[in-house]
């Protein structure tokens, strides 16, 4: 691949930017104010809010889009507040160097943990309402009559007495030299018009037109590409390499050598990729070289056992109450360390020159995307900018940016030109940072009628907050490995205990699409399931008991099982799986419908979602938001395992790391049932439930309890 297919408005993009002397992919803030003698141009009311004179609204989104539809949710929460016409907006992300510079203006631009909308509804929707309030403070000044005679409607002001009525793009100018109220009032949700209603996406006509610049395809003036390869063993670093053997190659400029890798700088990427695979390359692998799935699977295991396990949750006196029950079962499962594998490989295209360091970068996080710029060029955070672009896939990914952004501006800064850095599909599968191994053993107690009166739970594996942000660790210890058992276990168990025992490897881990609750969702569904079995007891009624006393719980549990027909019979050879997982905020029920051939093939017919945000911005971006999580979490059921072998990881491309195809995806209904008075993330709460409602459903069909993943590879043939 040496060219990205030329679509116009790129080719335009990157010849404008050739006359230029840049290419700028972000936005140029507005002046509000026009020049003496110019004509009038667009106006800032609000940090958020900008107002053209022809009553277009541009609503600045300050996270990144990566699919997930938070270019329409979000501006959806300004507007509702607005009271603007919504064919006339559109959105603009504001730059990290440009909220640096202002006091960070627009909050944190992280996006990830499902955050996009429950964390920053409430100053998104002040932001509409007060620029609202000082479009009719400005209105109501220019007639003179008080602002509570005054109200806004589709971008008009009018005057309720006499009926006057002035655009949004007439006094756009004047509200911006008024001060922002302190508290503005907020509509009752039983007063929105647009929240809670389907609209088309604002991005979807560009995407399917080719519009959008993603990382991948950025030019600058003179740029230069490089390939990189690094160590295949976490942690080590380059002994030598033998750069004559490349010398001669067409295109090549320059072999720059990184703290772990090597890559080759040329006047293509082919040209690069080329030169970088025939780098003869010799590796100090450290420590790790010997390290396997196998002896990974033994320190975890160890850890089930420890006496060290943090104890983060206890309630009552599991011992006692284990020791003296009808029944006791146990169980142990696992899941393996998985690949992001986002579409769009790894890249970053970097400029260092001695004035600033410029990046263009597909990125979860601007402002990391920023600090980690700096750091590589040793300047100051207020002599970088970025440019952020679409991103093709994140999944958490691409909030880690501290390897492609820091390789991508040292090696830019090495050649003393702009440099466009591309992982190839097997480095970025093979230098993830990957979503935890992870065991859990349980011991429970059930009663003479079967209900669980005690339960210990113990889990163990490397820890996401220890590896990326220690600081956020409580006394050492990271909580949120142990999501879904502890604040957001549903069940009522009297006597429960959770422990956590990390054991850290050499392989690093990441915020993967759901995170902890992806494996302790399978880990603790599946078990209920196996209570539900030695109690004689059907496995969505168990659950409803469980829930006896938590409506809203319950109702989600209920309404995946009544529109999946639960207890009414299935086709010939189809069984049904049930599961229930708290995330993010949210609720999300499922139930699977799965039939296993003669020889144990897997095939997933039907998947019915049950949902409760709380609230819903957009109903549609959030049933496709839901169908992508059963994709990404089927794919993850089928076939996602990240092993090592050597210290290395021995997947590299998607014939070893499989997706799910399109001939195998299952009918998705997904039913909304906002119960409203909260606001939850959308974005990954379908991924926990899918593999242990798959599993459970297995189970039904061929008597065999699944406790481990992926399911590819394992003797699921009928006992």
């Not at 060219?3 to 992919?25: E, K, N, V, Y």
């Not at 990441?510 to 569904?525: D, K, L, P, T």
Request: net charge neutral; aromatic share 8%.
């Amino acid at each position: 691949m040496t060219h990205m297919p030329q679509i116009s408005r790129r080719f335009f993009l990157t010849t404008a930017a050739a006359a230029s002397g840049g290419l700028a992919l972000g936005f140029h803030l507005p002046q509000g104010v026009a020049a003496a003698g110019a004509a009038p141009g667009p106006a800032e009311v609000t940090a958020w809010v900008v107002i053209q004179p022809d009553d277009a609204v541009i609503i600045r989104v300050a996270r990144s889009e990566m699919g997930q539809g938070i270019t329409t949710s979000l501006p959806m929460l300004v507007a509702e507040e607005l009271q603007c016409d919504w064919s006339k907006v559109r959105f603009e992300f504001p730059s990290p160097e440009e909220n640096l510079r202002r006091k960070r203006a627009w909050g944190e631009m992280s996006t990830g943990g499902s955050r996009s909308v429950r964390t920053s509804q409430e100053y998104l929707r002040k932001a509409g309402a007060a620029a609202r309030e000082m479009l009719i403070a400005a209105a109501a000044a220019q007639w003179g009559v008080p602002a509570a005679e005054c109200q806004a409607a589709n971008s008009i002001i009018t005057h309720k007495a006499s009926g006057r009525t002035l655009r949004y793009g007439e006094v756009a100018e004047a509200a911006s030299k008024l001060p922002p109220p302190s508290e503005p009032k907020l509509k009752d949700p039983k007063d929105w018009t647009l929240l809670g209603t389907p609209q088309k996406r604002l991005d979807t006509l560009e995407k399917v037109t080719g519009k959008p610049i993603y990382g991948i395809d950025v030019r600058v003036p003179n740029m230069l590409y490089a390939a990189i390869v690094q160590c295949p063993v976490f942690g080590g670093t380059p002994k030598s390499y033998d750069e004559t053997k490349i010398r001669g190659l067409k295109g090549v400029r320059q072999v720059v050598q990184l703290p772990n890798a090597v890559a080759v700088v040329a006047d293509s990427w082919w040209q690069a990729k080329t030169a970088v695979d025939a780098l003869p390359v010799t590796w100090d692998e450290g420590q790790s070289g010997k390290v396997s799935s196998t002896s990974i699977a033994e320190f975890l295991r160890a850890g089930l056992a420890a006496a060290d396990a943090a104890v983060i949750r206890k309630d009552g006196d599991v011992d006692a109450t284990l020791a003296s029950a009808a029944k006791r079962i146990e169980a142990e499962y696992g899941a393996p360390f998985l690949s992001h594998a986002t579409m769009e490989p790894q890249n970053c295209t970097a400029h260092v020159t001695p004035d600033k360091v410029e990046v263009w970068v597909s990125t979860q996080s601007g402002e990391a995307a920023l600090a980690a710029a700096a750091a590589a060029a040793e300047v100051p955070p207020e002599k970088v900018v970025v440019h952020k672009t679409m991103l093709g896939g994140g999944f958490g990914r691409r909030g880690a940016v501290q390897d492609y952004v820091h390789q991508a501006v040292l090696v830019a800064k090495a050649v003393g030109h702009p440099v466009k850095l591309l992982w190839t599909r097997e480095e970025d599968i093979r230098h993830d940072f990957y979503r935890p191994v992870a065991m859990a053993k349980f011991t429970a107690g059930l009663d003479t009628t079967g209900m669980p009166v005690g339960w210990r739970v113990r889990v163990t594996g490397p820890s996401i907050l220890a590896n990326l942000f220690p600081q956020r660790l409580t006394n050492g210890v990271d909580q949120s490995f142990a999501n879904g058992f502890t604040d957001e276990m549903a069940y009522n168990v009297p006597n429960y205990e959770v422990g956590y025992a990390m054991r850290t490897t050499h392989v690093p881990v990441g915020f993967w699409r759901s995170v902890n609750h992806s494996q302790n969702g399978f880990f603790r569904e599946s078990f209920i399931d196996e209570m539900a079995q030695a109690a004689g007891q059907d496995p969505y009624q168990y659950r409803r008991k469980l829930l006896s006393k938590d409506p809203v719980r319950l109702a989600v549990l209920d309404a995946a099982a009544q529109k999946a027909g639960w207890g009414n019979p299935t086709a010939s050879g189809v069984s049904r799986g049930i599961a229930l997982v708290e995330a993010y905020g949210s609720l999300c029920a499922q139930v699977a419908e799965v039939s296993v051939g003669g020889k144990g093939e897997v095939r997933v017919h039907r998947v019915v979602a049950s949902l409760n945000t709380g609230h819903v911005v957009n109903p549609e971006i959030l049933r496709a938001q839901t169908e992508s999580a059963i994709v990404y979490g089927l794919s993850a059921a089928l076939y996602g395992a990240i092993t090592i072998e050597n210290g290395r990881v021995q997947q590299g491309n998607f014939d070893d790391y499989e997706m799910l195809r399109l001939a195998d995806m299952p009918v998705v209904e997904t039913v909304l049932a906002p119960s409203g008075g909260f606001w939850g993330g959308g974005g990954e709460i379908g991924v926990p439930p899918l593999a242990p409602a798959v599993c459970n459903a297995i189970f039904a069909a061929t008597g065999k309890r699944i406790r481990s993943l992926p399911l590819k590879g394992q003797d699921l043939k009928r006992v």
